[in-house]
């Protein structure tokens, strides 16, 4: 399946991504999809890295302005505060509540991991728009098994506070508790949750999604889980709002 076909949008949804290991493909992926048809607002809340030119069709950096014009073209527009080093820093709610009258379609990066595969979360984050209507949690499958070390995790000492980790490598019961935890993944998070587990790109990684899906689902909760892969462009929804 398509995955804008399983997110089945309505008119100006406001979708949130957090987690790691695939977000700003997810932003990219979607955005795609409507450009030609729709006006979509690319941003953020925290920092993302400039995309690349041919994933936008306009750019603008807003500063400290009080008031926001936008062109109102069909197309993708990036909008942020201002660019540092190469990264756009994210725009604030109110910002967020000017811009949205001029789009049909609202793409929010609502969280950081410094490219790597997992994380924790501290006080503030993720950085939620309160009137998102969906909030898609991201999780990449090739975090199981990794070594639990700050090369391949962010905020190590943050993720210690929602799981047991008592071992070396990040165990299925790791993932669970990132996904399930009031203070993991889908902390903070507004409208439909989506778990979206990324990277099942061979049959052990299937294995493992399918694993961690059993898992989550011996526990109630109120999500709709979708595995794949945005590389690969296959996408398998499992649960569609929970149990």
């Keep these: 399946m398509d995955f ?14 957090v987690g ?15 450009r030609y048809n729709k006006k979509v607002l690319m941003t953020t809340t925290t920092k993302i890295y400039i995309p690349n030119k041919d994933l936008y069709d306009d750019m603008y950096m807003v500063g400290e302005k009080a008031g926001i014009t ?34 049909d379609l609202i793409l929010i990066e609502s969280d950081g991991s410094r490219r790597k595969k997992l994380k924790g979360w501290n006080n503030k984050e993720p950085v939620v728009y309160y ?30 506070k ?11 019961n790791n993932l669970v508790d990132v996904v399930l935890n009031k203070n993991g993944l889908f902390k ?35 999500l709709s889980i979708v595995y794949g892969s945005i590389k690969d462009d296959c996408f398998k929804i499992i649960k569609k709002n929970g149990r």
């Design 20 to 34: 790691a290991g695939g977000k700003t493909s997810l932003i990219n992926y979607i955005a795609n999809r409507y």
């Design 162 to 172: 929602i799981t047991d980790i008592d071992n070396i490598k990040i165990n299925i």
């Design 188 to 222: 903070n998070s507004y409208g439909e949750k989506i778990l979206f587990i990324n990277k099942v790109e061979n049959k052990e990684n299937e294995e493992a999604a399918k694993i961690l899906i059993q898992k989550i689902n011996e526990h109630k909760h109120k």
């Design 70 to 103: 936008i062109s109102k073209r069909v197309g993708t527009t990036v909008v942020g505060k201002h660019i540092i080093e190469e990264k756009i820093i994210g725009v604030n709610f109110e910002d967020l509540k000017k811009l949205i009258p001029n789009f």
């Design 4 to 17: 804008v076909d399983i997110l089945q949008l309505n008119k100006n949804e406001i979708i949130s991504v």
């Design 131 to 160: 009137n998102s209507t969906k909030t898609i949690g991201v999780l990449d499958i090739t975090s199981y098994g990794i070594s639990i070390n700050n090369n391949n995790i962010h905020r190590l000492e943050e993720l210690k």
